[in-house]
């Protein structure tokens, strides 16, 4: 299978999580208080295989009968979803109380996602993107209907299946037309084969489907139906978790399958069709948002707009709309693990304090909570001198690059759009009153979490240069 | 060029105090506000400093720090002054320990906050006035509409919540534009020097030879984002909001010095960067300059409330000023930014001053009021000072940059036509209307109300932070060369780079 010592090393980071998957099966079967110890292992193994990804991310080479690609860019991803997947564990500890869905495979589930996910990023061949895409989905179907009592975690769980299976239906439609048109899967031969391609109808359908596919699992518009739904049906844990893991993974995906595309220039052809649904989604995104009052609603929607500014980086199709993807995806992924942290932390029993009316004069009995809500909340919204700022700046400016000044003008504007609704959430925190006694719970793993994503989001805020350098190396 | 450090921590003082306080347990209020004060006042000792060290016969930029920021996209932390942003630094770390002071008892809720906010502004403020690369003025700009969110939302007046929002809006709207222009600039400089840059000083070689269409666009998404801050007419809608709604101490900051911040960007950066567009734009906004200084001083003259009667002022005043600066002459960009500077102390004067009553008797309403002249004679003499000092009675200071302002405008041959001068003197006769109708219906005629029989004199508090502002007002009145010697090159040189552009490429502008 491996060729020698050294493929095997650098294809680590997946074989250690595929270990850990395998003892935490174990653990499960033999151990009564499996749930405790399973959620501690996973925070262990994600965190070693995040930190071993980082550390071997010169490693860049091509392995395994060139199926998968490893270092570079591809273990900054590693280290991304494993980083998100340690924050859901430790936010998950204490939420699963609350709901009594104390359930091992819950953790396990985790894994095999996270493994889906860093197949899709790796990949260097359309059957595994597809091996990682489902590994991945299914995982995610079952962990939207963890909480089998609660009926609209079940209408989450279908709802998600179905329409899921569809867009999949839609991707290997696409692969299967792009194999019968270029006579192969491998992913380089088809890039070094895709100027002369391009005149053949069937393929560039193929490829059409294969990105519309994965539209719906981005939620970019107009495939986004289901994301409300599942985001409010799922548990809040795992709705911060397909927001960010879930997202970040379908844009490995495009980015390694059409990568030779983006820095060759002849991403043209699909540049209209990327321009279009990215402004579509951040304007639906952002003006729908507005009328919502359930916050997993709301922050569902804004995952939509967001989808909206990461087409950008795509559709301007060089380096540095790329770089800007990934900048943009990690300040995402450290801000909507925050902020669905923190609704996880603040609902209670039953689906409660799930009103964005709940939040009303936080501020006066949860000083920390509220002050860090507001700071994701600005980072959300664009402000600087926090995350989210910088990503946007990035990818409006590898846009401007591309002379396609049109869509940051867009973008700019539907960012003033959600300054409205993010801000909200803060004139609820500090200039209401409230009207009831918030019972909160704070606990210890559930706070690490949020210290965690927040400090990164200043970090990455203020000193933006050192990690952007790390991804410009990599491209 | 060796680095100077001492602008650095003038801008980062303030903010570190900010820190510090956030580690100070809530209930200590005393030591907190102590905490806050002494931060801003160590920054106005560093400002004083670097004034004594600048040198006003050196047009270039001084007390320069600079390194690499962020690798990637080639930016820096540059810091730097010359005459005219000196000025405004003062100007903020004058005004900022007032207000502190002057909120000393009427903020009473949450009061680690809100002294943490106030400093953290103040940062955000000189951060702006001091920044040379785009980039960081534009982070500068940004960060600092978030403590003034919470100013005008937390302790503001029953309508906060709009007001607070409206301010975000507006000025978010204004700065994205802004935001794309400025990539856009980063983007043009790197396609002729092959570096994407945001540097200031390498802009204005750059950016000046651009072609004339694409220039007016550029300069307008800038003064977009200038306009809706200063406000020109007609981006002018939110502020009457904010500062209505703003406590005290936040409308004194707001009217202080956030509205400069517009005016000095117009001044600093569309000016020199987009001469050809300045010089054709420059009749327009000097034709809605006129409008607002017309308008804000009509509206001024109707209102019930004393602090709107300010507010609506400050629309007047500021129009004066955007009319000095596209008159483009000497004199009236002199005038222009030595009004910025008048207007901070004068209407600041003006709004503690009705703070002052507001925190007694809770109503701003002019007809609530009316001979309160013998029961508080300190506060019907501050009262009339600052009213003659922003109506711009000679030997105050309002006079010199009204003057000057006037009299660049008649001259400037980019406007050419006396019309300009003509209505905005009328702005002149109209602000002593309003103002003065307002005093001599709060302060003279009977004590009909009450209520007011009781009302206390100024305490000896509210009289200290008066003091200062009124000694500058007449400085600036009898001997302004002070403070104009430090404007002059700064100046002259803007005015030389509008009307000498670098066509470093005429080849590629056509």
């Known amino acids: 299978m491996f060729n020698n010592l050294q493929e095997f090393y650098f294809f680590l980071p997946v074989i250690l999580l595929s270990a850990g998957i395998l003892i935490s099966v174990t653990i499960e079967l033999y151990s009564k208080k499996s749930v405790i110890s399973l959620s501690w292992f996973s925070v262990v193994l994600f965190f070693i295989v995040g930190i071993l990804s980082l550390a071997t991310i010169d490693s860049k080479s091509v392995i395994l009968q060139n199926m998968v690609a490893t270092g570079g860019y591809v273990n900054i991803f590693y280290a991304l979803f494993n980083f998100t997947g340690m924050i859901v564990c430790l936010l998950s500890v204490d939420y699963l109380k609350k709901y009594d869905a104390l359930f091992g495979e819950y953790y396990i589930l985790l894994q095999t996602s996270v493994l889906g996910m860093m197949l899709m990023a790796a990949a260097k061949d359309l059957f595994v993107i597809f091996l990682g895409l489902e590994l991945m989905s299914v995982s995610f179907y079952v962990l939207a209907g963890i909480n089998r009592k609660r009926g609209s975690a079940i209408e989450a769980s279908l709802k998600y299946f179905l329409l899921g299976a569809f867009a999949t239906g839609f991707i290997v439609y696409g692969i299967a037309l792009i194999y019968g048109t270029a006579e192969t899967t491998s992913l380089d031969v088809i890039a070094s084969k895709f100027i002369q391609l391009s005149n053949n109808l069937l393929f560039i359908t193929g490829v059409l489907l294969f990105l519309i596919g994965f539209s719906f699992k981005i939620a970019a518009f107009p495939f986004h139906m289901w994301v409300p739904d599942v985001y409010q049906g799922s548990p809040s844990t795992i709705s911060a978790f397909f927001s960010t893991g879930g997202k970040t993974a379908a844009f490995a995906a495009i980015i390694v399958s059409l990568f030779a595309l983006f820095t060759s220039g002849a991403s043209k052809i699909i540049t209209p069709y990327l321009s279009v649904i990215s402004v579509l989604s951040m304007f639906f995104g952002s003006i729908v948002a507005i009328s919502q009052t359930n916050i997993k609603r709301m922050l569902a929607y804004s995952s939509i707009s967001n989808a909206g500014y990461l087409l950008i980086g795509l559709a301007a199709g060089n380096s540095e709309g790329i770089a800007g993807v990934i900048f943009y995806l990690t300040a995402y992924t450290l801000m909507n693990l925050g902020a669905f942290g923190i609704v996880s932390i603040i609902e209670s029993k039953e689906e409660k304090n799930l009103d964005i009316y709940d939040y009303s004069g936080l501020s006066n009995k949860q000083p920390l909570l509220s002050a860090l809500l507001s700071l994701l909340m600005f980072s959300l919204a664009g402000i600087p001198p926090f995350a989210g700022f910088f990503g946007k700046y990035y990818i409006f400016m590898a846009a401007i690059k591309s002379d396609l000044t049109i869509l940051a003008i867009l973008g700019v504007l539907s960012s003033v759009i959600s300054v409205y609704f993010y801000l909200r959430i803060v004139v609820l925190l500090y200039f209401k009153e409230s009207q009831y006694d918030l019972n909160v719970l704070k606990t210890n793993s559930g706070m690490i979490a949020l210290y965690i994503s927040s400090l990164l989001i200043v970090i990455l805020g203020i000193f933006p240069g050192k990690f952007l350098s790390i991804i410009n190396s990599t491209l | ?510």
């Open chain 2, 1 to 510: 060029m060796e680095n100077n450090l001492l602008l650095t921590y003038l801008i980062f003082i303030p903010l570190v105090g900010g820190l510090i306080i956030l580690f100070v347990k809530n209930n200590k209020i005393a030591l907190i506000k102590n905490l806050g004060l002494f931060f801003s006042l160590v920054a106005f000792i560093i400002s004083l400093v670097i004034y004594f060290q600048f040198d006003s016969n050196n047009s270039d930029f001084q007390f320069i720090h600079k390194f690499k920021w962020i690798e990637g996209i080639n930016v820096f932390y540059f810091v730097g002054i010359d005459g005219i942003s000196l000025l405004l630094i003062l100007l903020t770390t004058f005004i900022t320990p007032l207000t502190l002071i002057s909120s000393w008892s009427s903020i009473e809720h949450k009061v680690k906050e809100f002294t943490f906010f106030m400093l953290v502004l103040e940062t955000g403020m000189l951060g702006v006035f001091a920044s040379l690369d785009l980039f960081l003025f534009y982070i500068f700009w940004e960060a600092m509409l978030i403590p003034m969110y919470f100013i005008i939302g937390i302790w503001g007046g029953k309508e906060r919540i709009y007001a607070a929002i409206k301010f975000f809006l507006y000025t978010m709207l204004g700065s994205l534009l802004m935001l794309v222009a400025i990539i856009w600039l980063a983007v043009y400089a790197g396609k002729i020097t092959g570096g994407f840059t945001t540097d200031f000083t390498e802009l204005l070689k750059i950016a000046p030879s651009i072609a004339r269409d694409l220039q007016l666009w550029m300069f307008l998404a800038f003064a977009l984002s200038f306009a809706i801050k200063v406000p020109l007419f007609p981006f002018h809608t939110w502020l009457p909001d904010a500062h209505v709604q703003a406590p005290t101490a936040g409308s004194v900051i707001l009217a202080g010095v956030l509205l400069k911040m517009g005016t000095y960007g117009l001044l600093r950066f569309n000016l020199p960067l987009f001469p050809d567009a300045t010089l054709i734009l420059a009749p327009y906004i000097s034709v809605l300059a006129v409008i607002g200084i017309i308008y804000g001083a009509l509206v001024a003259m109707v209102q019930t409330d004393m602090k709107k009667l300010v507010a609506y002022s400050s629309v007047s005043h500021l129009g004066f000023v955007v009319l000095g600066i596209f008159a483009i002459t000497t004199e009236s960009i002199q005038g222009a930014v030595i009004q910025m500077v008048n207007h901070g102390l004068s209407t600041g004067a003006l709004f503690l001053l009705v703070g002052v009553v507001y925190e007694r008797t809770h109503t701003r309403e002019i007809a609530e009021y009316g001979g309160i002249a013998k029961v508080v004679p300190f506060f019907a003499f501050s009262l009339l000072f600052a009213s003659l000092s922003s109506i711009g009675l000679p030997g105050l200071n309002g006079f010199i940059g009204e003057f000057l302002i006037l009299l660049g405008s008649f001259k400037s041959g980019v406007l050419n036509s006396w019309w300009f001068t003509v209505f905005a003197a009328s702005g002149v006769i109209f602000a002593a209307v309003y103002l003065l109708w307002m005093y001599q219906r709060v302060v003279f005629g009977e004590l009909k109300n009450p209520k007011l029989e009781k009302l206390t004199d100024m305490n000896s508090r509210e009289i200290f932070v008066m003091i200062p502002i009124f000694i500058f007002i007449v400085w600036i009145g009898i001997y302004p060369s002070t403070f104009l010697n430090i404007t002059e090159k700064a100046t002259k040189k803007v005015i030389y780079q509008v009307n000498n552009p670098i066509n470093v490429s005429n080849n590629q502008s056509k």
